[in-house]
């Protein structure tokens, strides 16, 4: 019985030692938790904003003659020329009216299936270049015709969109810190991650805009770089990573916030992977030596070439000449080696580029770039001062662009598929103004653009609803009242208007045609376009 009690005792004791020693195993968990829980909030801090967005929208378009369908025609009238040239005149081989065209290939589908599965624009091309200009005239004369459109106008009257992003920061070192954005940004109802292309600029989703042009409920890197200061003790340092090339001034204006990128944005706002060395100049700015990769050939893109496409590159210098709190002076000159026919992307394309043929049930496709289309040069300076009550902002900004001789279905480097590439140059004003008042809580502000016909630049990531507004080639008037309900939860009304005097803002391929002349449109583009937005902003 004493055994029994010993025992007894000795288990009782045991279970009290291993329950003390659970405890305070836990309490010492809870507090290493504690401790880094702490620490992690001491390296990394978070920052964000949701903005939502309610839009209403039109868009104003030209008579235009349709591309696609005379590419269709021009693809049928080759077909129809095999099949009937019985001659020395290439004129026996043509189509007598469009009908024949269209009977030709009804009675001859099959052949005609073979044909048109098989065409390259290579082969378009040297068909077309078989016939004197007299010849090509009067072709175009019996085709075109038939793809006259009348204008029309177009009105969305609500599209509701939801944006959220979120910052990141961590010191890695004294002398190393780690900055990050991830962002989601999407129109209520689609979180396909796809837009149906539609021949404007923001209808096509590539690396430089996957953040910033609505598209899915996908949180995106949008930012991903690391800064290192003090190299050579020395104000000198270097970053390197997915850059801060996105909203910079002085768009950062017109939403009430400070400065989000390095670059100019009225030259480059766009998302991409890069470097810049860097040097503080004391009690003046900072001169940015800057380099990015816009297209990467010999990976990710089917299998490797012989002659692959050269890598487009990007390089420039950024200098914040002036930056006080008072006004900032920038200067930025680029230039853009190898630009391509278009960046890696996603897209789901209505229509065969080469047949111009409608594509039945468009799926969602890879783009990648076929050729290089030759160098693109930007340059500009920016003067944003605050006067008393008053923010103001003068900005000129120039391009010229140096062409290869090449072209593809959808043109070269401003130029159509079937013209001879030249080297052109374009420009564009950009002015504003902001009125501050009730002690800086609301913001009434205006400004003004203006790109002239070869007008280009590198901003698809801008965040303008109907389209970039800084790449028009045309006028665009802006006006917007902001309010800080508090202080980091802002109201925002919005009204711009668009007036396009030429086709193709945005793109760096095919030439731009005047609206007012009934041109060919490969896709219809707007002539006027208006966008009232209403959004509400919470930051925190």
């Not at 006259?148 to 190393?176: F, G, H, P, Q, W």
Request: one cysteine or more.
């Amino acid at each position: 019985m004493r055994k029994l009690s010993l025992l007894v005792v000795t288990v009782l004791v045991l279970s009290l030692v291993a329950g003390l020693a659970q405890a305070a195993e836990k309490d010492l968990d809870k507090r290493v938790r504690k401790l880094e829980q702490k620490s992690l909030k001491e390296r990394l801090a978070f920052t964000g904003e949701y903005r939502f967005e309610a839009h209403n929208l039109n868009y104003e378009f030209p008579a235009h003659f349709d591309g696609m369908q005379l590419q269709a025609l021009t693809a049928g009238t080759m077909f129809y020329f095999q099949r009937n040239f019985d001659g020395m005149d290439p004129m026996t081989g043509f189509p007598p009216t469009v009908d024949a065209i269209h009977n030709e290939i009804a009675g001859n589908y099959g052949d005609w299936r073979y044909f048109a599965d098989n065409l390259t624009f290579d082969q378009l091309k040297a068909f077309l270049g078989n016939f004197d200009a007299a010849s090509q005239q009067m072709l175009m004369g019996l085709l075109m015709p038939a793809t006259a459109r009348e204008a029309y106008d177009v009105t969305n009257d609500i599209l509701y969109t939801s944006r959220l992003r979120l910052n990141m920061e961590a010191d890695v070192a004294d002398n190393v810190s780690f900055h990050g954005r991830l962002s989601m940004y999407k129109t209520w109802g689609d979180a396909t991650g796809y837009q149906m292309f539609n021949g404007q600029s923001n209808s096509f989703i590539i690396d430089g805009n996957t953040a910033n042009v609505p598209n899915s409920d996908i949180v995106r890197v949008e930012r991903a770089y690391f800064t290192w200061t003090g190299l050579f003790d020395s104000p000198l340092y270097l970053s390197i990573g997915r850059r801060p090339s996105t909203d910079g001034p002085p768009l950062n204006l017109r939403n009430d916030e400070p400065r989000g990128g390095s670059p100019m944005g009225s030259l480059i706002d766009m998302q991409f992977d890069g470097i810049t060395v860097g040097y503080p100049i004391p009690d003046l700015g900072t001169v940015r030596l800057c380099y990015g990769l816009g297209y990467e050939s010999q990976y990710g893109n089917g299998l490797l070439t012989e002659n692959p496409l050269k890598d487009a590159h990007f390089l420039g210098l950024n200098w914040d000449v002036w930056d006080k709190d008072d006004m900032l002076i920038q200067t930025t000159v680029a230039r853009g080696f190898n630009i391509t026919d278009g960046f890696n992307g996603n897209v789901a394309l209505p229509n065969n580029p080469v047949t111009g043929e409608p594509i039945g049930a468009p799926v969602n496709m890879r783009f990648s770039p076929s050729t290089n289309v030759g160098d693109v040069d930007l340059m500009g300076l920016l003067v944003m001062r605050r006067d008393g009550a008053f923010d103001w902002f003068a900005s000129y900004n120039y391009m010229q662009s140096h062409a290869d001789d090449v072209t593809t279905p959808f043109g070269g480097l401003f130029c159509d598929p079937f013209e001879t590439p030249a080297d052109q140059d374009g420009s564009m004003i950009y002015l504003g103004a902001r009125y501050n008042f009730n002690k800086d809580r609301t913001k009434l502000g205006v400004e003004y653009n203006h790109g002239s016909q070869y007008w280009f630049n590198f901003t698809p990531a801008q965040d303008d609803i109907v389209n970039p507004k800084t790449n028009t080639r045309g006028s665009v008037i802006e006006a917007y009242l902001t309010h800080r309900i508090a202080r980091r939860f802002i109201a925002k009304l919005g009204y711009q208007l668009y007036d396009y005097d030429y086709s193709g803002s945005g793109w760096q391929l095919g030439t731009p045609k005047k609206l007012s002349d009934t041109p060919v449109l490969g896709y219809a583009t707007y002539d006027k376009a208006q966008a009232l937005s209403l959004s509400l902003m919470a930051r925190f």
